[in-house]
T-cell receptor, first 115, second 109 residues
Framework: NAGVTQTPKFRVLKTGQSMTLLCAQD?????MYWYRQDPGMGLRLIHYSVGEGTTAKGEVPDGYNVSRLKKQNFLLGLESAAPSQTSVYFC??????????????FGDGTRLSIL | AQRVTQPEKLLSVFKGAPVELKCNYS??????LFWYVQYSRQRLQLLLRHISRESIKGFTADLNKGETSFHLKKPFAQEEDSAMYYC???????????FGGGTRVLVKP
């Protein structure tokens, strides 16, 4: 049982390049989330999805796009990378009710550097 | 909008000493509060949640609605407790979390 898997783990981009981060979960969770983690600022929500085919903006959505074509996958895209997007990106998933003892399950993170 | 504040960026304590990580929140409704921990080179994981009223790895946290706080405490810190700790708030389980800025705990031998 892999839980939440993020690919790639590391990536270096040049300003203006584009890329897609992939998040996959095998727990049949309805909800999925993308966060970025920056020193002193904790984790901030970029976008989230409450089900297949639906997405919504979080706290810091600018410069990012997402897609949830399949329930198990949540993709985060950077169309034109900027140095300010240098960060560690975390994906998480959860069930939409109070039964689960661990509300959100996190991936290992993707360390992204924009030069 | 909800907000979570962790005033200490770094806490350095000696092994065996008590440790308390402060967390204050602002939210108009009835929030659910969590503490997440991230050990070096590991993924973020849930440490405890206020509705469970459990003690995990010797840590406890009590929700004080009057003071809007959810401080994390451990009476005797261990070296393996060195990690990054995040307080988080959710309107409901499964909903999006609002995280505090995090507190790095360093337990010295």
């Amino acid at each position: 049982n892999a839980g939440v898997t993020q690919t790639p783990k590391f990536r270096v981009l040049k300003t203006g390049q584009s890329m897609t981060l992939l998040c996959a979960q095998d727990m049949n969770h309805e909800y999925m989330y993308w966060y970025r983690q920056d020193p002193g600022m904790g984790l901030r929500l970029i976008h989230y999805s409450v089900g297949e085919g639906t997405t919504a903006k979080g706290e810091v959505p600018d410069g990012y796009n997402v897609s949830r074509l399949k329930k198990q996958n949540f993709l985060l895209g950077l169309e034109s990378a900027a140095p300010s997007q240098t960060s560690v990106y975390f994906c998480a998933s959860s069930r939409p009710d109070r039964v689960d003892n661990q509300p959100q399950h996190f991936g290992d993170g993707t360390r992204l550097s924009i030069l | 909008a909800q907000r979570v504040t962790q005033p200490e960026k770094l806490l350095s304590v000696f092994k065996g000493a008590p440790v308390e990580l402060k967390c204050n929140y602002s939210y108009s409704g009835s929030p659910e509060l969590f503490w997440y921990v991230q050990y070096s080179r590991q993924r973020l994981q849930l440490l405890l949640r206020h509705i469970s009223r459990e003690s995990i790895k010797g840590f406890t946290a009590d929700l004080n609605k009057g003071e809007t706080s959810f401080h994390l405490k451990k009476p005797f810190a261990q070296e393996e407790d060195s990690a990054m700790y995040y307080c988080a708030l959710s309107e409901a389980a499964g909903n999006k979390l609002t995280f505090g800025g995090g507190t790095r705990v360093l337990v010295k031998p």
